[in-house]
């Protein structure tokens, strides 16, 4: 016989409130979207007043679309073939333009398709798979699915034409098939490929939670080895598609500015094109006389009024705290990374999350959050806030680390000025950067030379 009896357990558990929730999504927005989201608000709140932007101390919303909204094609700084100290024309004028993607996708990837000499039933199924892939350039379809009886013949052939084009990975089911996909395109195969996809596939997550000797044995492989896999894991992008997504279709401006003025580094919030956000006086007023009185109709108002004007009032709290939280940030980037901010991008040390989360008492999380989406002005151009953050391989003689930027930078120099017949392999590379004391693998400079848009030795040397 079954009894039944009553026990008393106790257990802690984190809920989110609204106002915990509000404050995680307004820490995320871009500028463009936190001005539309307030006017969401304010349509939806009557007790909030939103008043013109204060531009004593910036130049207006209209002036920063003139300014971040030319034709300039977008490229992520870190792909650019013309950094250094001697910058070309045309990436001057980048510099000075906005930071926006007008190209789509589909349209992307269909103008290389029109280059290449194929069957055209080939191009026609090739085109209809194009046409399905989602913003982070995967199927959310089986691309079998997505093909009549009659052209599935032809599938594998479309499919291996859509992973050769720009940007690598696209055409895929998920990020993991997609960055075992880019580890092809760069070359990996045999056993190393094999182990590289048990990696993606199965040990991820160990990874991340520091278990590399649980993965080492697991994928049978060596701690030194395994970490050199994981480190050329994150040169990768797992959703290539996200470049060309229709969120880049909006202007970009920049939620803060750094910039050389006087001798002196100098850090603005760009406050100027948010308005001002506060509790219409009146409805306050009226709130503080229906709480005090007996009629039921006003007791019932004073609810209602109560509830708007909390609302509205957590609002403006969450704003004040996203502005504090980014402009702390700012201030430790303009100290982390000065030599940046002066010199320009070779100068970028690495940086972690972490390092600064503990500078300004607030955990990791909210420090990436509100360098998500987020864009700096500074004298070099501008950037992703998160592009301050790279990571880095340490310098074997001198200890100190070196950013991504300054091994491609390094890596581009040694190219251009090799004066030998023949040219450089990326295991020569590899093997002039460790001279420098600088451990760089073959396959992470193969990838940082295509970053770079170089070609491989083969061509070059033609």
Same mark, same amino acid.
């Given at each position: 016989?079954?009894?039944s +009896? ?6 802690q ?5 609204a106002?915990?929730?509000? +404050?995680?999504?307004?820490m995320?927005?871009p ?8 006017e969401?608000?304010? =349509?939806?709140n009557?007790t909030?007043?939103?008043?013109e932007?204060? @531009?004593?101390?910036g130049?207006s919303?209209?002036?920063?679309l /003139?300014?971040?909204?030319r034709?300039? @094609?977008?490229?992520?700084? +870190?792909?650019?073939a013309?950094y =250094?100290?001697d910058l070309?024309?045309?990436y001057?004028?980048w510099?000075?333009g906005?930071?926006?993607e &007008?190209?789509?996708? %589909?349209?992307?990837l *269909?103008?290389?398709l029109g280059?290449l000499?194929? /069957? ?9 798979? #194009?046409?399905?892939?989602? /913003? ?5 379809t089986p691309?079998e699915?997505?093909i009549g009886?009659?052209d599935?013949e032809y599938l594998?052939k479309?499919?291996d034409?859509?992973?050769s ?5 696209? =055409? ?7 960055l ?5 395109e760069?070359?990996?195969?045999g056993?190393?490929l094999?182990t590289?996809?048990l990696l993606?596939?199965d040990?991820l997550e160990k990874?991340?939670?520091g ?8 994928l049978?492989?060596? %701690?030194?080895?395994? *970490? ?5 894991l994150?040169t990768l992008?797992p959703?290539?598609?996200?470049k060309y997504s229709?969120?880049w279709d *909006?202007t #970009?401006?920049?939620?803060?500015s #750094?910039k ?8 603005r919030l760009n406050d100027s094109?948010?308005p001002?956000?506060s509790? /219409?006086?009146?409805y306050?007023?009226m ?7 007996n009629n039921?109709e006003?007791?019932?108002a004073?609810k ?5 004007v909390?609302?509205a ?8 705290? @996203?502005?504090?939280?980014l402009?702390?940030?700012?201030r430790v980037l303009m ?6 901010f002066l ?6 040390k690495?940086?972690t ?7 300004i008492?607030v955990?990791e999380?909210t420090?990436s !959050?509100i ?6 002005d500074t004298d ?6 998160k592009?301050l953050f ?13 950013s991504?930027?300054?091994i491609?930078?390094?890596i581009?120099e040694? #190219? &251009?000025n *090799?004066?030998t017949?023949k040219?450089l392999?990326d295991?020569?590379?590899s093997?002039?950067?460790? &001279?420098?004391?600088?451990s760089?693998? @073959? !396959?992470?400079?193969?990838?940082? !030379?295509?970053e770079?848009?170089?070609?491989? +030795?083969?061509i070059r040397?033609?």
């Amino acid at each position: 016989m079954i009894e039944s +009896s009553l026990t008393l357990t106790q257990k802690q558990q984190l809920r989110l409130n609204a106002q915990m929730l509000q +404050s995680l999504e307004l820490m995320t927005l871009p500028l463009n979207e936190l001005l539309a989201k307030i006017e969401e608000e304010a =349509g939806k709140n009557p007790t909030l007043v939103v008043e013109e932007p204060n @531009r004593d101390n910036g130049v207006s919303y209209e002036e920063y679309l /003139d300014k971040y909204s030319r034709k300039d @094609r977008y490229e992520d700084y +870190s792909d650019s073939a013309a950094y =250094g100290s001697d910058l070309s024309d045309n990436y001057q004028a980048w510099m000075e333009g906005a930071v926006k993607e &007008e190209e789509s996708l %589909e349209e992307h990837l *269909n103008k290389q398709l029109g280059t290449l000499k194929i /069957d055209d039933n080939i191009k026609r199924v090739c085109e209809i798979l #194009i046409s399905s892939l989602d /913003d982070k350039g995967f199927f959310t379809t089986p691309p079998e699915e997505l093909i009549g009886a009659k052209d599935k013949e032809y599938l594998d052939k479309a499919l291996d034409i859509i992973h050769s084009l720009e940007p690598a990975g696209v =055409g895929c089911r998920d990020f993991k098939e997609s960055l075992i996909c880019q580890a092809k395109e760069d070359g990996m195969k045999g056993d190393e490929l094999k182990t590289f996809s048990l990696l993606v596939n199965d040990n991820l997550e160990k990874m991340r939670a520091g278990k590399v000797k649980e993965v080492s044995k697991a994928l049978k492989i060596d %701690e030194e080895e395994l *970490n050199e896999l994981f480190d050329y894991l994150k040169t990768l992008t797992p959703y290539p598609g996200l470049k060309y997504s229709s969120s880049w279709d *909006n202007t #970009i401006i920049p939620d803060l500015s #750094i910039k050389v003025e006087d001798g002196k580094l100098v850090m603005r919030l760009n406050d100027s094109t948010l308005p001002v956000v506060s509790i /219409d006086s009146q409805y306050q007023q009226m709130l503080d006389e229906y709480s005090k009185s007996n009629n039921k109709e006003e007791k019932e108002a004073s609810k209602y009024l109560k509830s708007q004007v909390n609302s509205a009032d957590n609002l403006i709290n969450q704003l004040a705290l @996203r502005r504090s939280t980014l402009e702390k940030v700012g201030r430790v980037l303009m100290e982390k990374q000065k030599s940046f901010f002066l010199f320009g991008p070779r100068s970028l040390k690495p940086l972690t999350l972490k390092q600064v989360a503990d500078e300004i008492g607030v955990h990791e999380t909210t420090v990436s !959050r509100i360098t998500t989406s987020k864009y700096i002005d500074t004298d070099w151009g501008v950037f992703q806030l998160k592009e301050l953050f790279p990571s880095g391989i340490q310098n074997e003689d001198t200890g100190v680390s070196v950013s991504k930027t300054a091994i491609k930078d390094i890596i581009k120099e040694i #190219i &251009e000025n *090799n004066t030998t017949e023949k040219a450089l392999s990326d295991k020569k590379i590899s093997d002039m950067l460790a &001279e420098k004391g600088i451990s760089c693998a @073959r !396959r992470t400079v193969n990838k940082y !030379r295509k970053e770079l848009a170089i070609d491989s +030795s083969f061509i070059r040397g033609v």
